[in-house]
């Protein structure tokens, strides 16, 4: 069959697309194998089926597409959309990812040059923005693990990749969460290793500063995680504790208030070490956080979290207290003010958090009994304050009346 061209559609294509717009996977898998079907066919706004699917936010019917050969990239159309700006528009992260998975670009732009995470962020999409701007493939890093050039061996081990790539793909920037990464893979507990992973994340920061589509967002994180592994590294060379010591001083709080002095910074220095003093997104945080006292609001953890994931509002959902991990659920079982993933967190952390438990039981009984309190009077209050409103009824007319007067 001819290359497609946009609007020429045949009888078996037009019915393709209607069946992605029900969502009906079944019936688009029996279609795909008709001989007169292209699955890189384009309608008459240059649209092609993966993203109708992408837009429609169908996961099931995109993965088909992809494994019929439908083109990630294609860029006919007329506005310059692609299927990953179709994708990041629906607000769906699992479409976004596979379109990223099948290596849709991340710096194409569309008819007034905007990219797929910028529009993505401009239609309230963030967790889509999330995935986009964290997105960096096995494919980049694996790069690094066939020897170059003259090189005898390759910068990294092959089998190190797979728990790099686990630490580079994380959208949760705690560097206790950093830590109980490599802490869970015993190939990343030597130091050497550790040096090596480094190294390959300061090559990576340097290459997305240096290619033509700078991207200083996923340069800033590479080089953030390059200096938890390096300080992973010093612990592991100093103590033979397997990191337990580093992950202590992570969450130590002082004893004034429990805020993370030795945390705070460490991921200030971090920010400060950034190699490449011109980038704007380093003077943008470097502006958010100079200012602000050790100790008071915003950590340099949540404003480096927001610059790189795009993720606000910190507060108002179920971060692990330990590993900031979201969705927690386990609260502590004497305060109840604190949440945390699972024991293994709430054990690590409870050294720190025992200082401050008992305090924060008593403030919350109080509350709680303040409100209660407040509660009865609250209802006490109600039914004078309709005796008062009929007395006030009754007494208003004349009231007006002798005003009148
Ligand atoms: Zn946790
Ligand atoms: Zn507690």
Known sequence: MSAPKKGDLTDTEKELLQVIAAGNVQEASRLLGSKDVRVNCLDEYGMTPLMHAAY???????????????????????????????????????????????????????????????MAAFVG???????????????????????????????????????????????????VKIVM???????????????????????ICEKCIKQQDMNEVLAMKMHYLSCVLQKCGSFLKERQDKLDGLVKSLLKGRDSDGFLVFQEKFIRECIRKFPYC???????????????????????LSVLTQAITGQVGFMDADFC?????????????????????????????????????????????KHESESASRLQKQ?????????????????????????LH
């Open 321 to 365: 207290a330990t590993c900031g991990e979201k969705g927690a659920e386990k609260r502590c079982s004497i305060c109840k003010m604190v949440i945390y993933c699972d024991q293994a967190c709430q054990k690590l952390h409870w050294f720190s958090h025992k200082k401050v438990c008992k305090m924060l039981q008593e403030q919350r009984e």
């Open 379 to 403: 209802a006490k209050n109600n039914q004078t304050q309709d005796v008062n409103s009929e007395t006030n009824q009754s007494f208003q007319p004349s009231n007006h009346h002798h005003h």
């Open 278 to 300: 011109d980038a704007t997104l380093l003077q943008q945080l470097v502006r958010s956080i100079a200012p602000v006292e050790i100790g008071s609001d915003p950590t340099a």
């Open 56 to 118: 429609k936010g169908k996961a099931d019917m995109c993965k088909l597409l992809l494994q019929h050969g439908a083109n990630v990239n294609c860029n006919e159309h007329e506005h310059g959309y692609t299927a990953l700006m179709f994708a990041g528009l629906s607000g769906k992260t699992d479409i976004t990812w596979m379109m990223l998975d099948a290596g849709a670009e991340t710096d194409a732009v569309n008819s007034v040059g905007r990219t797929a995470a910028q």
């Open 181 to 203: 990464l490599v802490k869970e893979n015993p190939l990343l507990m030597v130091v050497e290793a550790l040096e090596k992973c480094r190294k390959v994340l300061e090559l």
């Open 125 to 175: 999409q963030h967790d889509c923005v999330t995935v986009i701007n964290n997105f960096f493939s096995r494919v980049r890093l694996d790069y690094y693990t066939q020897p170059q050039g003259l090189e005898k061996e390759p910068k990294l081990p092959p089998k190190l990749a797979g728990p790099l790539h686990k630490i580079i793909m994380s959208t949760n920037l705690d560097p």
